[in-house]
């Protein structure tokens, strides 16, 4: 079925009936959720789309849920991961920098397609799926900028005051709605709609008045105080540009427009868990060589930061059975797979072999520190694929690869279009050590010292030192070619925006 034709589908069997779980769908079928797709309407290419309503509140229900009408060639035939790196230049999985990684994840993931029309606060934070375009102009008349008395220019004396007569007043919302001809002026209100003839509004702490008799000094200039109709927002062009993620400005902005309702993708839906026979969860008590699971808990915060609809599928054992079942779990529920542990080199060969029953996985040793190895890929079950991304599972190191791989990547599939983080530089405090060839992401502490920006360590910057990135609110970033720091040397930090 072509993709139009499938929108079509959805469309008519919208108007037909709305409601009831879909026994196409696995979500449903399992429980998880209701969704409205019709029956017999699942299709590989579209299978994220099987479930959008999540009716937990009113106001943030779907009005109405969609396939994005994308255009032909924004929706290829999904490349297999081999033919994109078979297109990477330099590929070197045993010594892969971080750029080139990023080449292969970005080149690799695609925007889920499902879109739902939400009112516009429960869009907060959601990602605009089409843009917005203004059916009004903003503001819709000239107005007053300024409490003051709207006047003719012509009016007015080039180098003396001129003494007019005020005829009436107009208010924001209530308009005067009189002729002003030569020699006359009326008080206007912030806001007011400018009256009829006049282009040119005089503060009112600027004029004298006596009674009706309001004298105008000199030096004013034609058209001041006054905002011209459309100079916010004109009608019929974009206001707002599909792929921004939407902050309060925009939707009021959006609100400005008289628009109720907006399209935005649906939310991704990524499934995470941690491996490992030393873990225990919290709650349990921690015998002789345990540790408590707590990339579960850093995972869960920053997917939530992202605004991800996150399932977390718990502790797996190191069992090759155990693994292979969560795995066909995670991929069948969610668009992302996000794991912790399991793909350092003593590992590696178990969850290779394994990984190689469900798709097309690649184990990268990556030129970076910390965070050396990782898994990525896409893995199938049950007729639906997600995106894989195996982390190292040392505490640091899984919030390192999560910042600098997963985030950028689950943001494209998000629809997002403003990925990339800005580097900023800061004076180094202190000397550090570094060799080329490796990007180091050091935690440091950005405070601004005699008007400049400067940097420290938060002291020991071992990967499962979890008090490094707690303590710290920015990353020092040591590119691929980067040489020793000495104090007082300048160097790249990459603010932690809240997400970690
Ligand atoms: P792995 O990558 O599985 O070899 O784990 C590397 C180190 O990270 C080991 O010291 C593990 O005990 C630790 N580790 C792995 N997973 C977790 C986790 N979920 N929470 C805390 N520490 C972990
Ligand atoms: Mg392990």
């Not at 037909?16 to 590989?44: I, K, M, Q, Y």
């Not at 924001?172 to 020699?183: C, D, I, K």
């Not at 282009?199 to 009112?204: A, E, G, K, L």
């Not at 400005?256 to 919290?282: C, H, N, Q, Y």
């Amino acid at each position: 079925m072509s993709q139009r034709a499938y929108a079509g589908r959805l469309a008519s069997r919208d108007q037909a009936s709305r409601t009831g779980p879909s026994r196409d769908c696995e979500e449903c079928r399992r429980g998880l959720r209701s969704c409205h797709l019709p029956r017999g309407s699942v299709n590989p290419l579209f299978d994220q789309l099987t479930c959008e309503a999540r009716p937990d509140r009113l106001d943030s229900r779907p009005i109405h849920a969609e396939v994005l009408n994308l255009p032909k060639r924004d929706n290829p035939r999904v490349a297999t991961l081999k033919e994109v790196i078979s297109c990477t230049s330099d590929y070197d999985p045993d010594a892969l920098p971080v750029a080139k990684a990023n080449e292969v994840i970005r080149s690799f993931v695609h925007p889920v397609s499902g879109v739902e029309k939400l009112r516009v606060r429960a869009a907060l934070g959601r990602v605009l799926a089409k843009e917005v375009v203004s059916p009004i102009n903003v503001p819709s008349h000239d107005n007053s900028a300024m409490d003051g008395y709207a006047v003719r220019n012509d009016d007015l004396g080039a180098g003396e005051p001129v003494t007019l007569t005020e005829i009436g007043t107009a208010y924001a919302g209530r308009e005067f709605t009189g002729e002003v001809r030569r020699g006359e002026c009326v008080r206007v209100m912030t806001g007011a709609v400018m009256p009829k003839n006049t282009d040119t509004v005089i503060m009112q702490e600027a004029v004298n008045v006596e009674g009706k008799r309001v004298t105008i000094p000199a030096g004013q200039e034609r058209g001041q105080n006054r905002r011209l109709a459309g100079e916010d927002l004109q009608k019929g062009k974009a206001a707002l540009t599909a792929g921004r993620m939407l902050r309060p400005a925009d939707i009021g902005l959006i609100a400005s427009l008289g628009i109720g309702e907006v399209s935005v993708r649906r939310k991704l839906k990524v499934a995470f868990f941690s491996t490992g026979d030393e873990l225990v969860s919290v709650g349990k008590k921690l015998k002789a060589g345990n540790v408590y699971d707590s990339n579960r808990y850093t995972l869960w915060g920053m997917l939530t930061r992202l605004g991800c609809e996150s399932t977390d599928l718990g502790v797996v054992r190191d069992d090759p059975k155990e693994l292979e079942a969560a795995f066909r779990k995670a991929a069948a529920v969610a668009d992302a797979v996000v794991t912790s542990g399991g793909v350092s080199v003593g590992e590696a060969d178990l969850t290779r072999q394994m990984m190689a029953k469900l798709g097309e996985v690649v184990f990268w040793k990556i030129a970076m520190r910390p965070g050396r190895p990782m898994a990525f890929g896409r893995i199938r079950a049950r007729g639906r694929s997600a995106y894989l991304f195996g982390l190292p599972g040392n505490p640091v190191a899984v919030m390192v690869t999560f910042y600098h791989f997963v985030r950028g990547a689950l943001l494209t599939m998000m629809g997002r279009t403003d990925a990339d983080l800005p580097l900023l530089r800061a004076k180094s405090e202190t000397a550090m050590r570094k060799k080329p060839g490796r990007t180091e992401y050091q935690r440091g502490i950005l405070e601004l010292k005699n008007g400049e920006w400067g940097v420290r360590l938060t002291g020991a910057q071992g990967s499962g030192i979890l008090r490094s990135m707690s303590e710290a609110n920015c990353f020092v970033v040591l590119g691929h070619d980067q040489g020793a720091i000495n104090a007082g040397d300048y160097v790249e930090v990459m603010v932690m925006d809240g997400l970690v």
